[in-house]
Structures are given as structure tokens and as C-alpha cells.
């Protein structure tokens, strides 16, 4: 398997680092010019930070799947491919039983995490197109009639 040059979202990049920033920045901001009275009375000043950063988490995901599909689009095989599907999706279905299961905590704990773990592969997995599939795009012009869902337009009263 020769892997892709992975195309790297410089932009994406940028906009994440600044986002931390700006989210650190306001944080430090409000934290030093407001009493706790204030900040108990502004629940959306201090969401400011929060959302800047977690904007960034998820823009750093997305650069994760950018790169990932890059490398490794049409350069997997289907068969290893669908493997590595499915173990993921086993691991979702294995780490929702271990989360609602009642009687051993541990299973709680390792259950949330198998599950968060197999889904966020599956996220960045299913953008990971197997080698040999190509995308076709149908293209069809006007309505569709009945003859192309298979029913025949004479006998049914259509435009003879």
C-alpha cells in the first residue's frame, strides 16, 4: 500500500491556532477584569472562551480527517477496508452494551471510552474511500417517467 502525499489544510490551520488564542486571550480577559459577583451573573461572557476553543477542537478534527483521507483515499484495499469497518462498528455496538449494562462500573468507564474511540474512527474512516471504488454520478435530465421505473407507458394510458 503506497501511501498518498497527505494535503495538509494550512488555512484550517491558522484559523484553529488563532482560535485558541483569541479563546486563552478572553479567557485571561474576563477571569482578570470582572469580580465573581459578574461572572456568576454573565453565563454568556463566560461561554466566550469556551466556544472559541471547542471551535477550534472540532475545526482539529476536521484537519485530522482532511490529512487522513488524503493519505489513504483509493490507496486501501475494499477487503481491508471493510475489516476495519466493522471492527469499528463492533467496537460502537460493544461500547454501548458496556455503558448500559448495570452491574459492574468498570464496564461503565471502558464502555464510554471503547465507544468514543470506535466512533470517532468511524467518523474519520468512513471519509477513507477503499481502492477501486470510483464515484459515478448519475445525471438525469427531465422528469422521471414511468418507463424508468419500469412500468410501460402504452398500457398504463401515457403519451402514446
Do not use: C
Amino acid at each position: 500500500m503506497k501511501l498518498s502525499r497527505p494535503r495538509i489544510p494550512v488555512t484550517l490551520l491558522i484559523v484553529i491556532a488563532v482560535l485558541l488564542l483569541l479563546g486563552y486571550l478572553a479567557g485571561q480577559y474576563i477571569n482578570a477584569t470582572m469580580t465573581e459577583e459578574q461572572l456568576a451573573d454573565s453565563v454568556f461572557i463566560n461561554a466566550i472562551p469556551f466556544v472559541l476553543i471547542f471551535a477550534a477542537i472540532i475545526l482539529g478534527f476536521i484537519a485530522i480527517i482532511v490529512v487522513v483521507g488524503s493519505m489513504l483515499n483509493n490507496n486501501v484495499p475494499t477487503r481491508i477496508h471493510r475489516i476495519i469497518e466493522q471492527v469499528l462498528i463492533v467496537g460502537i455496538v460493544l461500547g454501548v452494551v458496556g455503558m448500559f449494562q448495570p452491574w459492574i462500573f468498570e464496564g461503565y468507564k471502558y464502555g464510554f471510552l471503547l465507544l468514543l474511540i470506535s466512533t470517532l474512527g468511524f467518523i474519520v474512516w468512513s471519509h477513507v474511500s477503499p481502492k477501486g471504488e470510483e464515484v459515478e454520478e448519475v445525471l438525469v435530465s427531465g422528469p422521471i417517467s414511468g418507463a424508468v421505473q419500469g412500468e410501460n407507458l402504452n398500457s398504463s394510458g401515457g403519451n402514446s
